[in-house]
């Protein structure tokens, strides 16, 4: 699993029939402590509802089309988590509602 901010979305008017419907998020990856992103994007599938500047995982490969959203599409990234805390040495580098 990859985490990464959602940075905004991705429209396609012309794709694939299977992928109709499906929300595209152009997410960037980002450093677990200071949250700041590393510059390196990627386009991936929406599985579970995520909005602009969420935290998120997303999982890639072959892992990506084994969300139930996902199943049998034409798909290399997926986000499969919103995520509500990071923690690392006992301090909490995010928390969702804050």
């Known amino acids: 699993m990859i985490l ?4 905004g979305t ?31 994007f990627v386009v991936a599938m929406d599985a ?6 969420e ?4 999982v890639s490969g072959s892992s990506a089309r084994l969300a139930e959203r ?10 499969i988590a919103i995520v509500d805390n990071i923690e690392k040495d006992g301090l909490f580098t995010f928390q969702k509602d804050n």
């Open 4 to 7: 990464a901010k959602v940075v």
């Open 10 to 40: 991705v429209v396609a008017s012309q794709k694939a029939v299977q992928m109709e419907g499906v929300k595209l998020l152009l997410l960037e990856k980002i450093d677990p402590v200071t949250l700041k992103g590393k510059n390196d």
């Open 48 to 53: 579970v509802g995520a909005g602009k500047e």
């Open 55 to 58: 935290i998120v995982f997303y």
């Open 70 to 79: 996902t199943k049998g599409l034409p798909t290399d990234a997926t986000v």
